[in-house]
């Protein structure tokens, strides 16, 4: 009787993914406004400012997935990565608004880059809570 109970559920859990794109998303946005209010008050040269929000995206995404993970119980791996690449997607669905030329190597990598990251927060989520 477990079995057939277990069989019906799924490694991927929609809901879960759903709300942790919407965690590291959020965490992005209030990351990234309290990083220009800090801007506004201080002089930063332009690639820092960009190399911070980068490493700050990534953390949105690592944290997210980790949620995820700890939330699914089980391939937190799967989970995870799609948490890590929905994100992705989402930026650069949202960057297309303002940046004409997006090099197909660049969105490639931080595709890849993003996935990995969900990667890891999904299979950390799953083992450290």
């Given amino acids: 009787m477990a079995k057939d109970r277990n069989a019906n559920e799924t490694s991927l859990k929609v809901q879960s993914v759903s709300r942790g794109i919407l965690i590291s998303l959020g965490l992005l946005l209030s990351g990234s406004i309290l990083i220009g ?8 040269d332009k690639i820092v400012v960009q190399r911070i929000l980068i490493i700050f995206n990534y ?17 937190g791996w799967l989970n995870g990565s799609l948490v890590g690449l929905s994100h992705m997607a989402v930026i650069f669905i949202i ?24 990667f890891i927060g999904g299979m950390l989520g799953i083992n450290l809570q």
């Fill in 59 to 75: 953390i949105s995404i690592l944290v997210g997935s980790f949620l995820t993970g700890g939330e699914v119980k089980k391939k």
């Fill in 95 to 118: 960057s297309t608004f303002w940046v004409e030329n997006l090099s197909a190597v660049g969105v490639g990598g931080m595709l890849a880059i993003g996935t990995v990251t969900g």
């Fill in 37 to 44: 209010l800090i801007i506004t008050f201080a002089n930063f």
